[in-house]
């Protein structure tokens, strides 16, 4: 038994289903780092996903999906941006009322547009192609698992890398950074951290729309009502657990994805899935946990050898006085 | 002092209108967009909503849940503690309504009924007291712990109602049925109004005396508003931040106990549509006001109910009032910032006709 759940398809399974995560995540981690937490990728998501369907079906075409995704995923983008940052509104608040609009605005329109309640398939609707890597094709195992996926699994990859770059060794990705822990700083050297941040949203709002897409129209070829499924709490999760660094978000992206993909396999020999996809959860509340406590005893012993110091410095002072 | 406040709240209220109006004719619009008039497809959602005593009850059937989960958001929000985990706690909740309904069946119901809302609101008491202890010792941000236990509770109820409590005959996803004695009475024919509405009630007043009229609600909102201040009052904000989320808690569970004993008479692992997350934004909608819960909890009960009849005759989607919904706290979020913009403006007329 252990041979049917724990093989190769496993891991291939969990890149597939890490792939909306990290899409999603990324999106959230440069919300994150301009100081926004963003609870709205759930519905965010969620729109991406049905405006993708609704693109690829009418013009038959998936680019046309990738793009309607991408247009609700700006303008998305740019009302959680205009409440959150030029109307001052909570960020948590929005992020819910978001959340709610997509929901209701998803199953509003597949009922009025297509006629149908729950889920909408057609063949109209255009999937996003697989990519075939031909030099991969002789090697075993990298083959099976990194070969044939669908596009957005690619495109991902390349994301991760060039936002770790943007973030860390650009000038830019300075400016997003600071945005979130001196936006006074920023301000003051002439750069608008209100415009950073903008951007920042509006980026997630693209980034949930991709994740959407590839929901819709790489993963399966459908919309159903709610498809985004959490996805967009788990991504948060893995922003957390990832500290916000893109590198070590899609490691988190993979963990989650990998006990996603086990959960399904377990389910499918009788075992119960719910405690391996309540594992992303856990293990978030746990990591909050152990930063706290670790930057706590980073706060001891600085505080320790403050303390140390104001002693040696009495003394010092003693000294001077005999 | 007093008049100011006035003057605020009023300046509240006519935003809030305002926000629904605006939101109400956004809706109209996308009514016009299906071909459908706005004015049919409203006046049949009015009537769907109170054009009968069954209407009527309905409407106030849908009201249940969203008063308890919007209280609980008041009283946790007003004292500075925000929980977004009413969902989780009301799964929690609902099971152990239901728990108490299938395994004391013995029990009548006088006894049996308090007892399962009682063990609901422990379970989502203590549910919420988790991330309440996580913040106050650690710091560690509850809106994203209470995020993280709703997913873990509602799978973990799921687990419990496919696998140990899984229900014998029918459903999947479902718990026994609970024990005729424990089923809440229906109060008026065919609508599934219960007496769970009568209990609502004396907590909403409850809710009211504690938050408005003891000195206990007068320390959570004054640490909610100005903990520094509370602070130096000597009101210690880290135990009352923790009291007002049991509260917070139990109060969801309770919502949760009332949806298996007074509407499906045992547990469903998707028993409830978000209640909690509606109920929030009731809340926020009316700034954590105890009495502003309560109307705009019967209001947005009257959407959902007389948005089915609306698409009974005018094949509008009922979704719509979703949309309606969340336009409504979307705008209710920005009204600071809208008004800060209009003031500029009106500032900038001023100033330019002193010139």
Redesign the interface.
Not at chain 1, 96 to 101: L, R
């Given at each position: 038994m252990y041979r049917e759940i724990f093989n190769i398809t496993l891991l291939q399974n969990t890149i597939r289903t890490a792939t909306p995560l990290i899409l999603a995540a990324l999106g959230g981690l440069l919300t994150s780092h301009t100081g926004i937490?963003n609870?709205g990728m759930e519905g965010m998501i969620l729109l991406g996903a049905f405006f993708g369907v609704a693109g690829s079906y009418f013009f038959e075409s998936y680019l046309m999906g990738i793009l309607f995704a991408v247009a609700s995923g700006i303008i998305i983008g740019l009302?959680f941006a205009?409440?959150v940052i030029?109307?001052?509104?909570?960020e948590?608040?929005?992020g819910?009322?978001?959340?709610?609009?997509a929901?209701?605005?998803t199953?509003?329109l597949l009922?009025?547009i297509f006629g149908v309640k729950g889920a909408f398939s057609s063949p109209r609707i255009q999937p996003l192609p697989d990519i075939s890597i031909s030099f991969l094709e002789n090697i075993p195992v990298l083959n099976v698992l990194l070969n044939d996926h669908s596009l957005f699994v690619y495109v991902s990859w390349i994301l991760v890398i060039a936002i770790y770059i943007f973030l860390y060794k650009t000038p830019y990705g300075l400016w997003f950074r600071a945005a979130g822990e001196f936006p006074e700083a920023l301000d003051t050297v002439g750069i608008s951290s209100n415009r950073i941040k903008f951007i920042s949203s509006i980026l997630c709002g693209i980034f949930c729309g991709f994740a959407g897409v590839h929901l819709s129209l790489g993963y399966l070829t459908l919309f159903t009502e709610n498809m985004s499924a959490?996805r967009g709490?788990i991504a948060?999760?893995a922003i957390?657990f990832g500290a916000a660094n893109p590198l070590m978000t899609y490691v988190a992206a993979l963990i989650f994805g990998f006990f996603d993909a086990l959960g399904i396999r377990l389910q499918g020999v009788g075992i119960?899935s719910?405690?391996t996809?309540?594992f992303p959860?856990?293990v978030?509340?746990l990591v909050?946990?152990l930063v706290?406590?670790r930057e706590?005893d980073k706060k001891r012993a600085h505080q320790a050898r403050q303390k140390g110091l104001d002693k040696s410095q009495i003394k010092a002072a003693d000294n001077l006085a005999k | 002092m007093k008049k100011l406040k006035l003057s605020q709240d009023l300046e509240y209220i006519f935003s809030l209108a305002l926000s629904v109006i605006l939101a109400l004719i956004i809706g109209a619009i996308i009514i016009l967009a299906n071909g459908k008039s706005p004015f049919t497809a409203y006046a049949a959602l009015i009537n769907g909503a109170l054009g009968s005593p069954y209407k009527i009850a309905t409407t106030f059937a849908k009201t249940v849940p969203l008063i308890l989960t919007g209280l609980a958001t008041a009283v946790a929000f007003s004292s500075g503690i925000f929980n977004i985990g009413g969902e989780g706690q009301l799964y929690l909740g609902a099971f152990a309504a239901a728990y108490v309904g299938f395994t004391f069946t013995n029990l009548p119901g006088i006894a049996g009924i308090p007892l399962a809302l009682i063990f609901a609101a422990l379970a989502g008491g203590f549910y919420a007291l988790v991330p309440a202890l996580l913040k106050v010792k650690y710091g560690i941000d509850e809106v994203i712990t209470t995020i993280m236990f709703n997913s873990i509770a509602t799978l973990f109820t799921s687990y419990l109602a496919n696998y140990p409590f899984a229900s014998s005959v029918g459903k999947m996803g479902a718990t026994e049925m609970i024990a005729p004695a424990y089923k809440l009475l229906r109060l008026v024919a065919r609508s599934k109004l219960h007496t769970g509405i009568f209990y609502t009630a004396l907590i909403a007043l409850f809710i009211y005396y504690l938050m408005e009229k003891t000195s206990a609600g007068y320390d959570f909102k004054m640490i909610g508003s100005n903990p520094i201040f509370a602070r130096y009052g000597g009101i210690n904000a880290e135990r009352n931040m923790v009291i007002a989320m049991i509260i917070s808690g139990a109060l969801c569970g309770i919502a949760g106990a009332f949806e298996v004993l007074g509407n499906h008479y045992r547990f469903l692992q998707a028993i409830s549509p978000g209640y909690a997350f509606d109920g929030m934004l009731v809340s926020l909608i009316v700034k954590n006001n105890v009495l502003g819960v309560i109307l705009m909890s019967i209001f947005f009960g009257m959407l959902k109910t007389g948005s089915i009849a609306m698409e009974y005759e005018t094949a509008i989607p009922s979704e719509l009032v979703l949309v309606i919904q969340s336009i409504i706290i979307l705008f209710i979020a920005g009204e600071k910032g809208f008004a800060n913009i209009l003031r500029r403006i009106y500032a900038k007329e001023g100033a330019g006709q002193d010139v």
């Open positions: 937490l609870i009302i205009l409440f030029r109307l001052k509104s909570d948590f608040i929005v819910i009322a978001i959340n709610m609009f929901g209701g605005l199953m509003f009922r009025s959490n709490f948060l999760a957390i119960p719910q405690f996809q309540m959860y856990i978030t509340v909050l946990i706290v406590k706590r | -």
